[in-house]
């Protein structure tokens, strides 16, 4: 099967271990800049140009989407979609995915467990949102922010009061939440491929950090998940319309929260932990999945 990765640059760790894990699976793998590509929106003949070239005959596309690209990444996945080429994750997926206010209430509505959330436009609102949440200590939340940037632990509600108005006061958007302090500063990262957790990865932070992200200093290590997790994790992928995701859980004395979910998961940490071949699971359900939805879509007219 001809198979695109679609990833900004070819030297990352996931982007060969894709290409690598196709190839040993016996397909054909092209890594295709996705900022390269131009479109031709048409009904008739809708196309993908790259690098002046007409891309044709994929049956998958497994995209690796940058949280700074997505509006022409996805623009990109719709294209193929319009081509009628399967996608790791559909295009709208990965769009709602990547607004943390938006995710959030899509699980919320799928009763699926959430630390306490809150979020506020004006500053005259903020000592009502923080009552809202709890009162301090709590966690605030850039929604721009990634790999723990901006994520701040105010301990007082004088605390809480002044990063908020200092966010606000620059126009950021922010969630505040409950602070989970038995989680104790870690967090679970769970990989799900359909309907299944394949690996899982206990990330723990530095000493004196309450942000578990590995590019924070955190360490990562195996870990059996619970029951519960493990359809937590599942269950908030297929709330959010992802087939491809990695889930991030907080383990709360009211059972696992989820914090957050990514829909262009790093490779490195989780193969590197539980020296489980991800890639070549994913690779395994992108063509079979291909293959289904082919079949499906030929015996339909
Ligand atoms: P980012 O997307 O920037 O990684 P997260 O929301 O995942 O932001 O937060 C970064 C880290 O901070 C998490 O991995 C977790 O360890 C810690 N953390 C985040 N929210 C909470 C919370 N409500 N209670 C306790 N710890 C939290």
Redesign the pocket.
């Known amino acids: 099967m001809k198979i695109a990765i679609l990833s900004q640059d070819s030297s990352l760790y996931s982007t060969r271990r894709l290409r690598e894990a196709g190839e040993a699976q016996g397909h054909e793998m092209q890594i295709i800049n996705y900022l390269r590509c131009y479109m031709n929106i048409t009904a008739h003949k809708p196309a993908i140009i790259y690098r002046g070239k007409t891309l044709e005959d994929f049956e998958a596309v497994i995209p690796r989407i940058g949280a700074s690209r997505t509006f022409y990444g996805t623009a990109v996945v719709r294209q193929f979609e319009v081509m009628g080429v399967f996608s790791a994750n559909d295009s709208q997926a990965i769009s709602r995915s990547r607004d943390k206010l938006r995710c959030l209430q899509i699980l919320a509505r799928k009763g699926i467990g959430l ?1 306490v959330t809150g979020c506020a436009h004006a500053t005259e609102d903020i000592d009502g949102l923080i009552e809202n949440v709890g009162g301090a200590p709590l ?1 605030i ?1 850039l929604l721009e ?7 701040v632990l105010a301990e007082t509600h004088q605390a809480a009061k002044s990063v908020i108005e200092a966010f606000r006061g620059l126009d950021a958007n922010i969630l505040v ?4 302090k038995e ?1 104790e ?3 679970i990262r769970c990989f799900v491929i359909g309907d299944k957790v394949v690996a899982s990865m206990k ?1 723990q ?1 530095a000493e004196g950090e ?4 590995l590019h924070r200093g955190g360490k990562a290590e195996k870990i059996r998940l619970t029951p519960e997790e493990r359809s937590t994790a599942v269950r908030a992928v297929k709330a959010m319309g992802l087939r491809v995701a990695g889930v ?1 859980l ?1 383990r709360s004395n009211h059972g696992a929260l989820v ?2 979910i990514n829909s262009s998961p790093g490779l490195e940490g989780i193969e590197n932990t539980t020296s489980i071949d991800v890639a070549g699971k994913i690779i395994d359900f992108v063509a079979k999945s291909a293959i289904q939805v082919k079949t499906r879509n030929d015996t339909q007219y």
């Open positions: 630390p966690v939340k922010g990634t790999q723990g940037i901006g994520v939440q409950e602070y989970i989680a500063g870690a967090d990330r932070g309450f942000r578990s992200n991030d907080l914090l957050e």
